[in-house]
């Protein structure tokens, strides 16, 4: 193998760094279903922040649709001119 194989210009140290494992943990099966649970009970919080998110931009709409239809109300009831 040459210098130049080894020598990458986007990375020129590449081949002298050290690449280390992936770091392993070991749990008990009650540990892994209590993290379960948690990340189970964090994601339902989540989603139903975005619910009531959801909800309350769906209310501001259905004011600013009742506030057009308001005005446009009295238009509808005057004769119109020939």
Known sequence: ????????MQSP????????????????DS???AYKREQT????????KLIDSHKASIERLEAHVAE???????????PKAA
């Open 41 to 48: 009970q964090s994601e339902i919080d989540e989603l139903n």
């Open 68 to 78: 057009l239809k308001k005005d446009l109300e009295p238009d509808e009831e005057q």
């Open 1 to 8: 193998m040459s210098f130049l194989s080894l020598y990458n």
């Open 31 to 33: 540990q892994l279903a």
């Open 13 to 28: 140290f590449d081949p002298w760094i050290t690449h280390q494992r992936p770091s392993v943990y070991v749990i008990s």
